[in-house]
């Protein structure tokens, strides 16, 4: 599928990217067409999941004739923008090598937005050769064709970028140095990501209420939401969450804005894993005299035949069901009205190498106070925006619940960020050569 944009005279722009998908890079994308109008025709081509991430084979090469289509397309073009997740291109790392190749050969004038960095690593001598001297070659064959794969997609594709005299666009400084003196990369600019100019903000904050979420029920009046935004998957930490809303008042609720990602729907599967392990974390329904399934558990009690019924209808107390609530996948217009309809945005991450945070992104411009695990990326995203995030060490519930506590009680500071759409509009006119 193919969208365009206005025609008024403009350098043509074409931005390869996902777009009419449930993902974050389509978000972004769907928020950069706006702030990039004013200055380039722009042309959207979608890569649609359906046939870049298809285990068939016969559908694979649907996406190779895609990406063919697309690149006899982008001679008519002035400029060319990728915004990659390198998943998006494709199932396989040789896969998503060669048709970022073609892209990078057909462009006439290239520019990269990374949403993901991969680090290039040493080849593995030491793994190879235990290996081999224990005669697990199966192994040693294994650990070299990972390294391969990896070297493909950080070293060589670099390499291609630096070859072909494309531009870079990271989201963070640490990636920046890394692509501009490590691999040489001539042209890196680095910008968070910037979803909202001011007036969509001021109107969001005008106009939502949190009763346009019906799934929140009837909260008290002195009720803090604490928010949880994306794709509810480990990595989040949601667990980590709800741990951490044990230890805190009972006005304190969790919502998660979120479900699971396309990609994660499994056919035959009842409920999926991790969501399964939320859900008992939660403990709904259960009641004062329920001890099954709790080790060595004994109850000798001496009650009346009233009191008996009381506590075994009663709920317990580490039931959290009134205070969890899964607010389902949300649609991008709704992203920002759930941001402010939040007291805090929480972000317990772990640690998977990503290089930037949408819903972080969206928090700062909403300006809510912003709790989330030290993570390398957001410890980076903190330097643009200092002050306004406060870090907790990755899977320290405990730690969670008491910089939350501070935070509500005031210890946030929400002063106006240098690093919006206008200065992400300027970093890709000057990345984009116009």
């Given amino acids: 599928m193919t969208s365009k944009f206005n025609t008024n005279g403009k350098p043509r722009l074409a931005i390869i990217s996902t777009f009419d998908e449930l993902c974050g890079i389509a978000g972004y994308t769907k928020a950069l067409v706006p702030q990039l109008d004013d200055y380039f025709d722009v042309t959207v081509f979608d890569l649609d999941q359906f046939f870049f991430r298809s285990e068939a084979k016969s559908v694979q090469k649907l996406a190779d004739i895609e990406i063919s289509r697309i690149c006899e397309e982008l001679r008519d073009f002035d400029v060319v923008n990728i915004q990659l997740e390198h998943g998006t291109l494709g199932r396989t790392k040789k896969a998503i090598f ?116 019906p799934r929140l029920g009837k909260l008290p009046d002195d009720a803090i939401v604490l928010g949880c935004f994306g794709f509810v998957s480990k990595y989040k930490g949601i667990d980590v969450a709800l741990r951490a809303l044990r230890l805190l008042p009972p006005n304190f609720h969790l919502a998660i804005f979120g479900g699971l990602h396309p990609n994660e729907i499994k056919k035959g599967v009842a409920l999926d894993s991790y969501l399964s392990d939320l859900v008992d974390q939660i403990e709904p329904g259960r009641k004062w005299l329920d001890i099954e399934g709790e080790e060595d558990a004994k109850l000798n009690l001496t009650l009346g035949a009233s009191d008996y019924e009381r506590l075994s209808t009663s709920k317990h107390p580490a039931d959290l069901s009134s205070r969890v609530h899964f607010m389902g ?103 984009l050569g116009y």
């Fill in 98 to 213: 060669r048709r970022f190749e073609k892209i990078v050969k057909a462009s006439p004038r290239l520019c990269v937005t990374f949403h993901t960095i991969l680090q290039s690593l040493p080849f593995p001598w030491q793994d190879i050769a235990g290996s081999a001297l224990k005669f697990r070659f199966g192994k040693a064959v294994g650990v070299w064709r990972a390294h391969v794969g990896n070297n493909l997609l950080s070293t060589e594709l670099y390499k291609r970028l630096k070859a072909s005299k494309a531009s870079v666009i990271v989201h963070t400084r640490r990636d920046m140095r890394m692509l501009k003196y490590v691999h040489q990369i001539d042209k890196v600019f680095d910008h968070p990501l910037a979803f909202y100019p001011q007036r969509v903000v001021d109107e969001v904050k005008r106009t939502a209420r949190r009763s346009d979420f």
């Fill in 329 to 431: 996948a949300l649609k991008d217009e709704d992203f920002p009205k759930a941001m402010h309809i939040s007291d805090i945005a929480l972000l317990p991450y772990m640690e998977v190498g990503q290089s930037s945070s949408g819903p972080m992104s969206i928090a700062l411009e909403m300006g809510k106070p912003v709790v989330a695990s030290r993570t390398r990326a957001f410890m980076q995203i903190e330097r643009y925006h200092p002050d306004r995030i406060s870090l907790f060490e990755v899977g320290n519930f405990l730690e969670l619940s008491q910089v939350v506590s501070a935070v509500a009680s005031g210890g946030h500071k929400c002063d106006a960020t240098t690093y919006d759409t206008e200065s992400n509009a300027g970093v890709y006119r000057r990345a």
